[in-house]
Nanobody, 126 residues
Framework: QVQLAESGGGLVQAGGSLRLSCTVS???????????MGWFRQAPGKERDFVAG????????VYADSVKGRFTISRDNAKNTVYLEMNSLKPEDTAVYYC????????????????WGQGTQVTVSS
């Protein structure tokens, strides 16, 4: 079993910042076989969209165009934790944010991810 637990969401004014965390645990979790990690978000009535991705094994990251230059994904292998630093937040960033783990290669497609967290709400007021 693999569990992902997100934290750090909340209410923030436009222009503010938040840092989300995602800690991975479980008897069958292995960073080598589950190398790719991603953040997705889902606004009410919309699809769950890719936000950012990284890998445990190397310093690589990829971002959706809508968050480039504002969001930063990072990870702490010793803590099995992935972070999403979000700056210059906009009302359109309001969504439930999910982290996900993949046994495959990094992807911006949610179908490629095998395990998901429960999500954390981010609300940006104007």
């Amino acid at each position: 079993q693999v569990q992902l637990a997100e934290s750090g969401g909340g209410l923030v004014q436009a222009g503010g910042s938040l840092r989300l965390s995602c800690t991975v645990s479980g008897r069958t979790f292995n960073r080598y076989t589950m190398d790719a990690m991603g953040w997705f978000r889902q606004a009410p009535g919309k699809e769950r969209d890719f936000v950012a991705g990284t890998r445990w094994s190397r310093d690589s990251s990829v971002y959706a165009d809508s968050v480039k230059g504002r969001f930063t994904i990072s990870r702490d292998n010793a803590k099995n934790t992935v972070y999403l630093e979000m700056n210059s937040l906009k009302p359109e960033d309001t969504a439930v944010y999910y982290c996900a783990a993949s046994r495959g290669l990094p992807s911006n497609e949610r179908a490629f991810y095998d395990y998901w967290g429960q999500g954390t709400q981010v609300t940006v007021s104007s």
